[in-house]
């Protein structure tokens, strides 16, 4: 076997060139490594001019948000409300807006020219013709076109003690940009509550001569009284007993006031009182649920006719508000409370009240509270929900107020 001759190892990788340092290596290998030689940066001029930039703002409110977005959203919506009415087809009439005035004609021989410029109301009144038909009622003319109700095809007729409720009811067709819109009921509440109202006193006139009610005050008063077995207003919150299980509403009551059942019944009470007292006098009007249990409890027979009666023999008018605010409120004590405040049929009952009992006004702002109790407990716990709560509760308040201008009027 022949013995490994070692090599001798380069002196590249040799230990003592190794450890040596750089400067120590040969000129050869200086040149293998650095191949380019250095090149020194340049700073730029410094070319900022002017004073220093501003300290940050603090960033506006959620509310203040909140309300420029939704002026921005109502300026877009009624910018393209506009774009769309002033770029339809020739041929499409019912798209866009064929009137340019709206008047009301008044039982003097006037008429009362209603126009909407930078928001503001402006009248003119100037002589007119007199409908021959009815001379003491109101009616709305779009241009020279009165307008009509959609069940009988007749001319809306207003009433002459409701003179305002003529005139909102004109506002409401001069908001409107096209006559597509007239087709919804949610953009001319008004109209749509007169002309319920004037059929009811037409079918009611085709019955007088019959000892029966008409098809359509049958079929409201059937519906309203399905809303007493239900009425939001008798609803209350079980009370809480000692064995019972917490919950989060129940832990936080002592820190924020009365029990939710505490408002209910103080807020009911008021009203019960004075429905039992004035309206209903004798009858008993109890909570429909007050316990456990979760089927609502039928009121008294005797309570049941005698509400029946009295809503039976209602006025077409008074009939049609009463209608709408139980609709609204799903409260049949809150709407017939509200109705003996504001109508004019009921203004000798107002005045034999007087004010010398501590009778307080009974308003849009009582009526809603007291039909949305609940949803406002919750909502000052849990927060409120936008573009839902909010938008609920202020449509409320203005189903309610259309109640009183159809009810209301000079006789009251």
């Known amino acids: 076997m022949k013995s490994l001759k070692r090599l001798p190892s380069s002196s590249l990788f040799s230990t003592s060139h190794r450890t040596r340092p750089s400067s120590a290596l040969g000129p050869t290998l200086y040149q293998c490594l650095h191949s380019t030689g250095p090149r020194p940066a340049d700073p730029l001029p410094i070319t900022a001019a002017g004073p220093p930039p501003s300290a940050p703002l603090p960033a506006a409110s959620q509310y203040g948000e909140r309300v420029d977005r939704r002026r921005r959203q109502a300026e877009l919506l009624k910018r393209g409300q506009d774009l769309r009415a002033s770029h339809m087809k020739p041929g499409s009439v019912i798209k866009k807006r064929f009137w340019k005035d709206v008047t009301v004609h008044t039982t003097a021989g006037m008429r009362i020219n209603i126009s909407i410029a930078l928001y503001k109301l402006t009248a003119k009144i100037r002589p007119c013709v007199e409908d021959p038909d009815r001379p003491n009622h109101h009616t709305i003319h779009l241009d020279k076109r009165p307008v009509r109700n959609p069940a009988t095809k007749s001319f809306l007729h207003v009433p002459p003690s409701k003179p305002h409720l003529a005139t909102a009811i004109a506002l409401e067709w001069d908001l409107l940009v096209s006559a597509q819109q007239a087709l919804k009921q949610h953009l001319i509440p008004l109209t749509s509550m007169a002309s319920r109202a004037e059929a009811l006193a037409l079918a009611d006139q085709s019955a007088s001569s019959t000892s029966k009610l008409s098809r359509t005050r049958d079929e409201i008063v059937k519906m309203l009284m399905r809303y007493l077995d239900t009425d939001t207003l008798l609803c209350w919150t079980p009370a809480r ?152 509760k202020e449509d409320l308040r203005r189903q309610l107020g259309s109640v009183i201008l159809v009810v209301s009027g000079t006789g009251g």
């Open 241 to 392: 007993s000692s064995n019972s299980t917490t919950l989060l509403v129940d832990s936080e009551v002592p820190s924020m006031g009365p029990s939710l059942r505490d408002i209910q019944i103080r807020t009911a009470q008021p009203i019960i009182g004075y429905l039992t007292t004035h309206v209903w006098p004798g009858v008993e009007i109890k909570p429909v649920l007050d316990g456990e249990s979760i089927v609502p409890a039928s009121q008294p027979g005797g309570t049941r006719e005698v509400i029946r009666g009295w809503i039976s023999g209602l006025p077409a008018w008074e009939l049609a508000g009463l209608e709408r605010a139980v609709l609204a409120g799903k409260s049949l004590c809150v709407g017939v409370r509200l109705l003996v405040e504001w109508s004019e049929e009921f203004a000798g009952l107002r005045k034999g009240i007087g004010e010398g009992e501590g009778v307080e006004k009974f308003g849009i702002e009582e009526a809603a509270e007291a039909c949305s109790l609940e949803v406002s407990w919750q909502t000052r716990i849990y927060g409120e929900v936008e573009d839902s709560h909010d938008v609920e």
